[in-house]
C-alpha cells in the first residue's frame, strides 16, 4: 500500500476512529494520543496486514490496543478523587451521551462497532477478539439497557 | 438507532483531525523500507541465524508486560537481564511463588503465582475481586485486555461452597529493594496486578522503577510482603484470621542473550546546547569537583518534641499522630513531617448523598490560605488560574518577611534539618485570601469530583495574614523527596510540611573531577534511544544544574550516599504542548544514569 492511499483510507475512517477512541477514552487529549500512537503503529506494521481489504479492522483493533494501554496507564496515575469527566464535542447529544456512557464498557464498543459504525457481527467479533455467541449477548443486553431511549433492532449477522 | 448514536458523539474536532493529519504527516517523512518480499527473506534469515537465541528470549516476565503494555515494551524488556527466580514461601494455606525478574534501566519487572497450599481445597480471591465473580476469569482485565467468562461459570463463592474450603483473601507485593548486598529500601511507587487464571491461582506481576532505590549491579535482594485473610461468601474480611509475613527473595539476573544485551538503539538527535543554562555552585567552579557525602537515614519519630509545634496541650496520640487539645495535628513518618491546624470537622462525602456521611477534620483558615499559596506555587490546577500572583508586600499583619523566614529557621535548627534556604515566598494578607479562596470555592463547586470543603473566606482575619514559604536544600530526586514548606504567622506555624529523606554526614569521597556537562546532552538522547520509548525526542534542554542527588554508595554495604548530580532539565514534544518540563539526574561522578521522567 502507498503512503498516499495509506493516508486515504485513514482520512476517510477519521470519524470512526474518533467514536471509538470516545467509547473507551473520557478525555479528548489521551484521544488524540491514542490516534496518533494507532496510526503510527499501523503504517510501521503494515508489512502484517495480509489483506488490505481488512486494513479497517486492523486499525481499528490497533486504536483499542492503544486506548487500552492509555486508560491503563491513566488509572494507575490518577487519584481517585481527581478522575477526568467525560470530554464531549458542543453539538454532541449530551443526555444520551451520558445514558450511553453509563453502559458498562463491554458493551459500549460492540454496539458503536456494529451498530454505529456498521461492521458485521462477524468483523466485530473479529476486532474485539470475541466469541460471535459472546458478541450477540452483549449486544442484545447492551439494547436490553437502552431499549426505553432508542428504536432497536435485530442482529444481522 | 444507528443515527442517534452517531450522533450522540458529535463531529469530530478539529484538534482530532489535526492530530490524524499530523500523524499522517508523520509516516511520509518514515516510509517503510521494506517491502514485503524483503521482510519475509530477512525474517528467515534471522530465524536461521538466532534459533538458538530465539528459545532464550521467551520470558514469562517480558510476555506478561507486553500483553498489558504492547510490543515495543516486551521488546525491551526481552533486551534486559532476567533471573528464573522460583523461589516460594508458605504463608497458612497459601504459597507464594517468584517466578520471574527482569532487571532493566533501573527497574525490576517480575511476575509470580500465588495457589492453594497441596491438599488445602481453599479457594483464593485478590483484595480487587470479589466473591460474586466468575471463578478464574479476568474480567478486570488486569492483564491487558478483559476476559468474558463463558455463561454458566461458577462463582468464586459457589467453588468454594461446593470444594467446601475457605475463601481467602491473598495479596503480594514487593515492599523492600536491595542491591548487591546493600540496604534495603522502599522505592517511592510500586505497580502490582493480579490475574485469576482457569486452575484457580493468581499470577501476580510487579513492577519498580525507582533509580533512587535500584542499579544496576549482580545481586538484588527482593523483600516480599505476602498477606492472607479468610472472606465469608458474602465478602467480608475476618480480620482476626488475617496472616502477614515478609520474605525475601536473591536473584542475579543475566542477559537473556548474547543479541539481546546489544539492542539496536534508536537514533535520538542530540539536541543543541544553544540558550542552555549552567548552574553550578561556586565550590564546584573554584575546585572543580564537589566531594560525595555519606547519607545518614532520617528519622523524624525519633526524640520527636510536639511543645515545638503547638503548646496547648496533647488531646491525643495514636501511631504517627497526634492532636493536640486545639486540634491542630503533628504527624510523621521516618523521612518526613507534618503539622496543621484544624477546627471541626465535615463531610467529605457532602457531593454525594447516596454515601453515608464520612467526617474529616476541617482545616482552619489559615491552613486553608497556605493551601492557596501552596497552589500558586506549584500551578494547580493551572497556572492561569493564579496568574500575577506573586509576591507583593515583606510586611503583614504583625509579621514580616524576615521575622516568618527566622522562625521557620529556628524550628529547623531545633529539628536538626539543616542546609535549607528560601527558595519561593509569597504574602497572604486578608484580601488576598478572601479573594483567592472565591476562586477555589467556585472550582470545588464545578468539579463534582472535588471534595475539598467549601470555607467562608469573608471570615479571614489579620490573624490568619502570614507567609507561605518554600525551602529547599540543592539536592534533586524525582519529586518532593527534600523540600520544606510553611505558613508563618505572628502566631507561629500554622502549618508545615517537611520532607528530608537523608541527613548529610561525613565525607565519603572526594573524586579528582566531575563528569564534562557537556557530554550530559548526548548521554540523555543515548539513554533515552536506549530506553522504552526509543522513538521519544527531545526538543529542547533549559538547563543543566550540578546538584546532589541520593545514591547507593561505590560499596553497596556502606549504604547511601549523598552524590553530586547533573540534574538535566528538558523537554520532549508532548511536555512542550502540555508546557511541562522533564528531567533526567545523571551521577557527575560516574555518569550513570539515576532518574528520569521517561522511566
Redesign the interface.
Request: hydrophobic share 30%; no cysteine; proline share 9%.
Given at each position: 500500500m502507498t503512503q498516499a492511499e495509506f493516508t486515504d483510507r485513514i482520512v476517510a475512517m477519521q470519524d470512526t476512529l474518533y467514536r471509538v477512541s470516545t467509547t473507551i477514552l473520557p478525555q479528548l487529549c489521551d484521544r488524540e494520543d491514542a490516534v496518533q500512537g494507532a496510526i503510527e503503529k499501523a503504517w510501521r506494521k503494515q508489512g502484517k496486514l495480509r489483506d488490505d481489504r481488512a486494513m479497517h479492522a486492523w486499525v481499528i483493533r490497533i486504536l483499542i490496543n492503544e486506548c487500552y494501554t492509555l486508560l491503563r496507564r491513566r488509572k494507575r496515575e490518577t487519584l481517585s478523587d481527581t478522575l477526568p469527566e467525560r470530554e464531549t464535542a458542543p453539538d454532541a447529544l449530551p443526555d444520551l451521551y451520558e445514558l450511553f456512557t453509563s453502559l458498562d464498557e463491554k458493551y459500549r464498543l460492540p454496539m458503536v462497532l456494529y451498530y454505529v459504525e456498521g461492521y458485521s457481527v462477524e468483523e466485530t467479533a473479529r476486532m474485539l477478539k470475541l466469541p460471535q455467541g459472546t458478541l450477540k449477548s452483549r449486544l442484545h443486553r447492551g439494547r436490553l439497557l437502552l431499549k426505553d431511549t432508542l428504536d432497536v433492532e435485530e442482529v444481522r449477522a | 438507532?444507528?443515527q442517534?448514536?452517531?450522533?450522540?458523539?458529535?463531529?469530530?474536532?478539529e484538534?482530532?483531525?489535526h492530530?490524524?493529519?499530523?500523524?499522517?504527516k508523520?509516516?511520509?517523512e518514515?516510509?517503510?523500507k521494506?517491502t514485503?518480499r524483503t521482510?519475509l527473506i530477512t525474517a528467515i534469515i534471522i530465524l536461521l541465524l538466532t534459533a538458538v537465541a530465539y528459545a532464550a528470549f521467551s520470558s514469562q516476565v517480558a510476555a506478561f508486560f507486553g500483553k498489558?503494555?504492547?510490543e515495543n515494551f516486551e521488546t525491551w524488556l526481552e533486551q534486559g537481564e532476567v533471573s528464573t527466580v522460583a523461589q516460594s514461601y508458605t504463608l497458612g494455606d497459601v504459597v507464594f511463588t517468584v517466578d520471574e525478574v527482569i532487571y532493566r534501566d533501573n527497574g525490576l519487572y517480575g511476575v509470580g503465582t500465588i495457589r492453594p497450599a497441596q491438599g488445602s481445597n481453599a479457594v483464593i480471591i485478590s483484595d480487587d475481586h470479589t466473591t460474586d465473580e466468575p471463578f478464574g476469569y479476568d474480567i478486570h482485565?488486569e492483564s491487558?485486555?478483559?476476559e468474558?467468562a463463558?455463561?454458566g461459570t461458577p462463582t468464586i463463592a459457589e467453588v468454594a461452597a461446593e470444594q467446601g474450603g475457605k475463601i481467602l483473601v491473598v495479596r503480594a507485593l514487593p515492599d523492600q529493594i536491595g542491591v548487591d548486598g546493600g540496604e534495603l529500601l522502599s522505592p517511592g511507587c510500586i505497580?502490582t496486578s493480579m490475574v485469576p487464571q482457569r486452575d484457580g491461582s493468581i499470577q501476580y506481576s510487579f513492577e519498580i522503577s525507582d533509580g533512587f532505590v535500584i542499579e544496576e549491579g549482580d545481586t538484588y535482594t527482593i523483600s516480599m510482603f505476602s498477606r492472607v485473610c479468610e472472606m465469608t461468601a458474602d465478602g467480608e474480611w475476618l480480620n482476626d484470621t488475617k496472616q502477614t509475613a515478609t520474605w525475601t527473595v536473591e536473584c542475579t539476573p543475566e542477559p537473556m542473550s548474547e543479541q539481546a544485551t546489544e539492542p539496536a538503539a534508536a537514533d535520538v538527535p542530540v539536541p543543541s546546547l544553544d540558550g542552555l543554562t549552567l548552574i553550578v555552585p561556586d565550590e564546584y567552579t573554584q575546585a572543580g569537583t564537589l566531594p560525595v557525602y555519606t547519607a545518614i537515614t532520617r528519622d523524624f519519630g525519633a526524640d520527636l518534641q510536639p511543645d515545638l509545634f503547638n503548646q496547648s496541650g496533647i488531646a491525643k496520640t495514636e501511631n504517627y499522630l497526634i492532636t493536640f487539645n486545639d486540634e491542630a495535628q503533628l504527624s510523621w513518618a521516618p523521612e518526613a513531617l507534618f503539622y496543621s491546624e484544624y477546627q471541626g470537622t465535615y463531610n467529605i462525602n457532602y457531593k454525594d448523598t447516596s454515601l453515608e456521611p464520612s467526617l474529616a477534620p476541617l482545616k482552619t483558615l489559615r491552613h486553608a490560605a497556605s493551601d492557596l499559596a501552596g497552589d500558586v506555587r506549584s500551578g494547580w490546577p493551572d497556572e492561569s488560574t493564579w496568574e500575577g500572583i506573586t509576591l507583593d508586600k515583606t510586611a503583614l499583619a504583625g509579621i514580616t518577611l524576615d521575622d516568618a523566614k527566622a522562625k521557620l529557621e529556628t524550628l529547623l535548627a531545633a529539628l536538626n534539618v539543616d542546609g535549607y534556604t528560601c527558595a519561593y515566598a509569597l504574602d497572604m494578607d486578608v484580601a488576598r485570601i478572601q479573594s483567592m479562596g472565591a476562586v477555589m470555592n467556585q472550582l470545588i463547586e464545578e468539579?463534582?469530583?472535588?471534595?475539598p470543603p467549601i470555607l467562608d473566606y469573608s471570615l479571614a482575619a489579620e490573624s490568619d495574614e502570614g507567609f507561605y514559604l518554600y525551602y529547599t536544600n540543592g539536592v534533586k530526586t524525582d519529586g518532593d523527596r527534600f523540600a520544606v514548606y510553611a505558613y508563618v504567622t505572628a502566631d507561629g506555624i500554622a502549618d508545615l510540611q517537611i520532607r528530608d529523606l537523608y541527613i548529610q554526614g561525613d565525607i565519603y569521597a572526594a573524586p579528582e573531577y566531575l563528569i564534562d556537562p557537556e557530554t550530559i546532552p548526548a548521554a540523555l538522547s543515548a539513554e533515552i534511544a536506549d530506553s522504552r520509548f526509543p522513538d521519544m525526542t527531545i526538543s529542547s534542554i533549559s538547563s543543566i544544574e550540578l546538584t546532589y542527588t541520593p545514591a547507593r554508595a561505590s560499596s553497596k554495604a556502606d549504604g547511601m550516599v549523598l552524590t553530586p548530580a547533573w540534574y538535566v532539565t528538558y523537554r520532549d514534544p508532548?511536555a512542550e504542548k502540555y508546557n511541562e518540563d522533564c528531567f533526567a539526574i545523571f551521577n557527575a561522578v560516574d555518569g550513570s544514569l539515576i532518574s528520569a521522567s521517561f522511566q
Open positions: - | 438507532m444507528k442517534d448514536l452517531k450522533q450522540m458523539y458529535g463531529s469530530t474536532p484538534s482530532f483531525k492530530r490524524v493529519t499530523f500523524a499522517l508523520e509516516t511520509e518514515k516510509p517503510v521494506h514485503v521482510i498489558s503494555y504492547g482485565g491487558g485486555y478483559p468474558e463463558p455463561a505497580g468539579n463534582q469530583y472535588w471534595n508532548d
